[in-house]
């Protein structure tokens, strides 16, 4: 071998293979971080639960963090969506996790035995829902050993403030900010709930990075969605990010989702939501650029490294829902640091993390034109040439379903009324097919990636919508609030002349008109752009009016996400019907079940302690289901 | 291989120039604006110059102006021009770089420029006003993008279907009628199971794919897709474009909006060509020397509602106005009355262009009136493409007299027979016959043509042979077309019928005094052509490329084919029509549905020769 041989060789491999080796290691440590690794692939390398034994499961311990009883009556209006991290030990070791109301608990991830509680007592004015997905971790390096706060806990939360808490103890950071928090854009200037937070900070390089969730439908200027980047130890503002910076007319395309960082390119990958009003874009003429996309910015600077947009002058609210998730794509001998991106209608896009460029070929897909005065949709969107796409958007009056040929019949009616060219069918004054709506497709339970087969495993969402702009001169209307289930959602669009109404499509049984199933897990082969098998996700049988006593897989919606290992194992909770699943990665065969005493719209994770792997899963239910809420993080582990 | 050879070339050029890649392809709205040197001068043209990025001149460079801003239209009537109201289209002009890569424009004041050249990346520029001289550098592709420029036609040619010719020919038959094929919008990755929902769905709108093909196709198109997605290099490149294009001018009227459909046209000796809007009933009167357009709304009778007699089968859609079906034009020798086909109802229309009136002239029997053609006894004569039927129509009598022509087995002949009684039923519940792969029921007389002897020749699309009928003697006789396909046809000076032949992408030739058939193979690949035209005067045929992005035309005499490519990708024309007098062609962009056109914009466009 010659030197300029081993050279070539070192300068390919080294980096990949030092990733790896820092990959195994974090993973081999548990999960450190919201999405499993700042690239949130959702992917464990323990292996102790696998195949073999995961009939044997069994529930290690439960906490309850007590806000069913503290907070009894503010409980319909959360979410628990919260994905637990495990601290190192130098930083005490503890599971820690976030409460709907931002209170952060640290437990002993052998017992569930509490060690501290945080509470940041947040304003809860407004009526926007209370989540949180989770918090992050970091060591501090300007802290000296031993020193309070030398490893610190992150939290954004709902009352827009970010908090830095000592990972031993759970105190305040007081040389944070002002005595362990920053005010985050929005948490003065606008009405509580106009501006919150939902997903976890991301720290990379000294740099703690905070998206947020901005006020939906209801006004044609929305706050802006502007992204914060903080040192990570002091708390001073290092740069921001508008992503709407010089469009006016408009407002949010914030960053809802999880975030992804590569701390050794020095890159923050930010998925941007939609611009406002969500579904009706007169006032905002053009792209939005960089709503709806993928953009990555400089970590240490936020500057604009490169963006992609993939939805053009959104009118859908399809907004980027999930984390970005980064890896390595390898293929014909090549090795690309690439990104993964899932959106709502579908599409799976792969992307070298670098550039932007798309590692499929991608189309320019005509779309419909709008009908609605003034407004001037894309005339095109991207679309990759593989994968396939993760929905069928279209549903014809011959596919209607129905329990029986009359709920089918209504169906098909309601189908024979709807406009509906795909997707992309620009909402209007008629009813119109929204399929996905805004639950997509994905959402922000992302994906699960195996990364060294390029296999990603997505749970969907398989519900069709429809909705209609109502001209306000033309009718009276009064809104009704955010969606829920089963319930048509009502909403006048301020600023515009138009109202909206969106609801699911079902009969008058409620059953939904698009066949099932409605809730679906997915394998695709990244680097051959197929699916490799899909299946139902969830079963039916509590969602009647009176359950049954046996499971009818025909899928649910849902909303959280699972997690892969190296076991061969997927686990999931995420649907409307209290299950925490476990599917083989090969076959999508169910291995195992557990019924929890409320659904779990939280993403669960793993991790080896004192030698037992145990699987937690934050089980509180959501509002939007409607099925009960609860305060309970469930641990599994084999029997010791 | 030898078509991949120029490939390889491009691709080995392409890695000598050291380019990064992107992913800009010809149809992506991003764009360079590339204008790296312009003079302002005082004139009433433009030159340009093409070049590559090294400085390179580039010939037949396809450069389109277009009006920055549209022209202000009054499109108050659901978003078309309410009755009788006149417009201004946004006029486009396409020409093309010569030798030297150069190009003059008439002036360029308030256009946008687009610059395209195969295996380069468009290139847009706004010049600022006064400019008289611009260069525009272009950017090469990267190789994926260059072959995924390629037009339909060249990845359909590698679709194999298994090694099944028919079953390739029942697919192209059946879903070639709207669509191009392999564009990137149908090459996308689906599986199996969104194959079959697509193919219901189209059965859903009309097509009649049969159902006992409809898994094997799917698996095919899922399989063989993906194989050239994965070995891109097969792929034929698509024909060069040629120095000639420097000779020739397009013109393109934008009319109609991303719902229309501009199916046929009419060039009119009143100098105004009148289009038809097939979806939405509305007769366009374009003025070529202005651009500007006037809108006739089609009258229908109090109660007929959408879909006609034939039930609207896109109920989805969210814009279709047309109880009538505008479907294709003759013009009267006598007074220039324009005759057409509602293919929605038992009826013919008459609009007399001086009046703009229209009459209404009903009919008791026959479906589904199509292509439309009037005799020198000014006798209008057209095929009734469901009821396998060809009707005259007496202009003195307003009489009809319709001509049976023969089913081809019983099974065909109840099925027609049994066409009052199935239409008797309301659309909704009428039962419709199941699809098979010989049209069984339907053998669809389609295109029609008077010959110079007075003869009129009809071609069945789904039963693969003529008719001619002589009227003096009210004669039917059949000759069978030893191809697939026959889809509209013409006679040429010399009383010769040229006939596309649609599945099996052929221009082939019929001798009547002989009996003989020639063939002559298109000069693109797999193109699927839809219609032709004969300029009888200089004795070129025209055939439509709708898979290619092209127009072809043929000259009878030497049998030399040129290819003409066309300035929208995804532009799938079905009626070419000539000036006899300039020698001009004229063809509409109807892709269906027509916001899947590049621009998402129906067009008429004119290929004018430079010089006569």
């Known amino acids: ?640 | 291989m030898t078509r991949i050879i120029p490939a390889v070339l491009m691709l080995l050029l392409y890695a000598a120039l050291g380019h990064t890649t992107d992913n800009n392809t010809p149809d992506s709205d991003a764009t360079d604006s590339k204008a790296i040197d312009s003079r302002v001068m005082d004139s009433h043209t433009t030159e340009i110059l093409v070049t590559d990025h090294l400085g390179n001149t580039l010939p037949t460079a396809m450069v389109t102006a277009s009006p920055l801003v549209a022209p202000k239209a009054d499109l108050s009537d659901n978003g078309y021009p309410p009755h009788g109201v006149t417009n201004q289209a946004a006029v486009t002009v396409t020409r093309f770089t010569d030798a030297q890569g150069r190009v003059s424009l008439p002036s360029l004041q308030e256009q946008h420029i687009r610059v395209r050249a195969q295996g380069y990346r468009d290139a847009t520029v706004t010049p600022a006003a006064g400019v008289s001289t611009l260069t525009v550098a272009l950017d090469a592709m990267t190789p994926e993008q260059y072959i995924a420029s390629f037009p339909s036609n060249v990845w359909l040619s590698q679709l194999t279907f298994g090694g099944d010719a028919e079953l390739k020919k029942t697919f192209q038959l059946n879903c070639a009628f709207c669509h191009q094929q392999a564009s990137p919008f149908m090459r996308n990755e689906r599986t199996v199971e969104q194959w079959l929902a697509v193919f219901s769905r189209m059965n859903s709108y009309g097509a009649r794919l049969p159902g006992d093909d409809h898994q094997q196709i799917a698996e095919h198109l899922q399989r063989e897709l993906r194989e050239l997605r994965e070995n891109p290099q097969t792929v034929p490149e698509p024909k060069p474009w040629e120095a000639f294009l420097s000779e020739i001018d397009m013109t393109e009227w934008p009319i109609g909006d991303g719902f229309s459909q501009m199916h046929d046209f009419l060039l009119h000796p009143n100098g105004f060509i009148y289009v038809g809007d097939n979806l939405f009933d509305r007769l366009y009167e374009v003025d070529p020397a202005t651009g500007q357009y006037t809108v006739y709304k089609v009258p229908h009778r109090p109660g007929d509602k959408i879909g006609g007699i034939l039930g609207n089968r896109f109920t989805v859609f969210p814009k279709m106005d047309n109880a009538m079906g505008v479907h294709s034009f003759a013009v009267s020798p006598r007074d220039g009355n324009i005759f057409i086909t509602p293919s929605m109802q038992q009826a013919l229309l008459e609009f007399n262009p001086q009046t703009k009136a229209f009459t209404l002239h009903e009919m008791d029997a026959g479906y589904y009136p199509h292509t439309i053609r009037i005799d020198e006894q000014d006798r209008v004569w057209f095929t009734l493409a469901l009821s396998s039927q060809v009707a005259r129509f007496e202009r003195d009598t307003a009489q009809f007299t319709l001509y049976d022509l023969p089913a081809r087995s019983v099974k065909e002949w109840l099925i027609l027979k049994s066409l009052p009684l199935l239409f008797s039923i309301d659309p909704e519940n009428r039962p419709q016959p199941a699809p098979d792969r010989e049209g069984t029921g339907l053998p669809m007389p389609y295109g029609i043509d008077v010959a110079p002897d007075g003869r009129i020749w009809v071609a069945r699309l789904y039963a693969n042979d003529l008719a001619v009928i002589d009227p003096q003697t009210d004669q039917v006789s059949m000759v069978d077309f030893p191809y697939a396909g026959p889809r509209r046809l013409r006679a040429d000076a010399q009383g010769k019928l040229w006939v596309v032949a649609f599945q099996d992408s052929l221009l082939v030739k019929y001798d009547p005094d002989n009996g003989e058939f020639s063939e002559y193979p298109l000069p693109v690949l797999n193109e699927i052509p839809y219609a032709l035209n004969v300029d009888r005067q200089r004795g070129v045929v025209w055939v439509n490329g709708n898979q290619s992005d092209t127009l072809l035309s043929f000259d009878i005499a030497t049998e030399q084919w040129r290819v003409y490519p066309l300035p929208r990708q995804r532009f799938f024309t079905r009626d070419v029509e000539v000036d006899e007098e300039d020698g001009a062609v004229y063809t509409s962009n109807s892709h269906f549905p027509s916001w899947q056109t590049e621009g998402g914009q129906p067009t008429l466009l004119r290929i004018t020769p430079l010089s006569p």
């Open chain 1, 1 to 640: 071998m010659s030197s300029r041989f081993i050279h070539s060789v070192s300068c390919n491999l080294l980096p990949g293979l030092v990733l790896s080796l820092v990959a195994s290691a974090v993973h081999a440590a548990g999960w450190p971080v919201y999405g499993g690794d700042p690239g949130g692939r959702h992917y464990s390398t323990l292996a102790d639960i696998n195949r073999n034994n995961v009939d044997d499961l069994q529930v290690a311990w439960v906490f309850r963090s007590g806000d069913s009883a503290r907070d009894a009556a503010a409980m319909d209006n959360t979410s628990t969506q919260s994905t637990p991290i495990l601290l190192p030990e130098a930083a005490g070791s503890s599971l820690v996790y976030c409460t709907p109301f931002n209170r952060v608990i640290a437990l002993d991830p052998g017992s569930g035995e509490q060690r501290w509680d945080f509470d940041p007592q947040i304003n809860r004015g407004g009526d926007r829902p209370f989540r949180c997905r989770g918090v992050a971790y970091a060591q501090d390096a300007q802290s000296a050993a031993a020193e309070h706060c030398q490893h610190r806990i992150y939290l954004s939360t709902h009352d827009r403030h970010l908090w830095a808490l000592d990972a031993l103890d759970g105190r305040p950071c007081a040389g944070f900010g002002n005595s362990g928090s920053v005010a985050l854009y929005g948490a003065a200037e606008f009405a509580p709930g106009d501006v919150s937070n939902s997903s976890p900070p991301v720290i990379a390089n000294g740099v703690v990075i905070s998206g947020s969730t901005v006020i939906d439908f209801t006004r044609a200027q929305t706050p802006r969605g502007t992204v914060q980047a903080f040192n990570a130890h002091s708390g001073k503002p290092i740069w921001e990010f508008d992503p709407l910076a010089g469009h006016a007319g408009s407002g949010s395309a914030n960053v809802w989702a999880p975030l992804s960082v590569d701390a050794e390119q020095g890159l923050v990958f930010l998925p941007t939501s939609a611009p406002s009003p969500d579904y009706y874009g007169a006032g905002r003429v053009g792209d939005s650029r960089y709503a709806n996309s993928v953009v990555a910015l400089e970590l240490a600077t936020g500057k604009l490294r490169w963006h992609f947009q993939h939805v053009r002058h959104d009118l859908w609210d399809y907004d980027t829902p999930a984390q970005p998730i980064l890896f390595d794509w390898q293929r014909d001998g090549v090795s690309v640091p690439a990104l993964v991106q899932l959106t709502k209608q579908g599409l799976v896009f792969a992307l070298n993390r670098l550039t932007g460029e798309s590692l499929w070929e991608m189309t320019e897909q005509p779309v419909p034109p709008s009908q609605v005065p003034g407004e001037t949709a894309a005339l095109s969107q991207p679309k990759p040439i593989a994968p396939p796409p993760l929905l069928d958007s279209f549903l014809m009056p011959h596919d209607a379903w129905g329990l029986t040929p009359v709920d089918r019949a209504d169906c098909r009616k309601q189908l024979e009324s709807l406009h509906n060219l795909g997707l992309f069918t620009p909402i209007s004054e008629a009813p119109t097919l929204m399929y996905p709506g805004s639950l997509g497709g994905p959402n922000w339970g992302g994906g699960a990636l195996l990364a060294e087969r390029g296999t990603l495993l997505i749970n969907v969402n398989n519900i069709a919508f429809s909705g209609r702009l109502v001209p306000l001169a033309a009718e009276a209307f009064s809104g009704n609030g955010p969606p829920t289930a089963g319930k048509r959602f009502r909403v006048v669009m301020q600023g515009t002349p138009y109202a909206a109404e969106i609801g699911s499509l079902q009969s008058f049984l409620g059953l939904p008109c698009n066949p099932p199933p409605w809730g679906k897990l997915i394998a695709v082969d990244l680097y051959g752009g197929r699916i490799i098998w899909e299946t139902a996700l969830g079963s039916v049988h509590e969602m009647g009016p009176v359950p049954v006593p046996f499971h009818i897989e025909w899928g649910t919606p849902n909303l959280g996400g699972g997690i892969a290992t190296a076991g061969g194992l997927f686990f999931i909770a995420a649907t409307m019907d209290r299950q925490l699943r476990a599917f083989d990665v090969d076959s999508g065969a169910t291995l195992w079940r557990y019924t929890l005493p409320v659904d779990a719209t939280a993403t669960p994770m793993t991790y080896r302690y004192q030698g037992r792997q145990y699987v937690v899963v934050n089980a509180g239910g959501h509002h939007m289901f409607g099925r009960g809420s609860g305060d309970y993080l469930y641990a599994f582990g084999l029997p010791p």
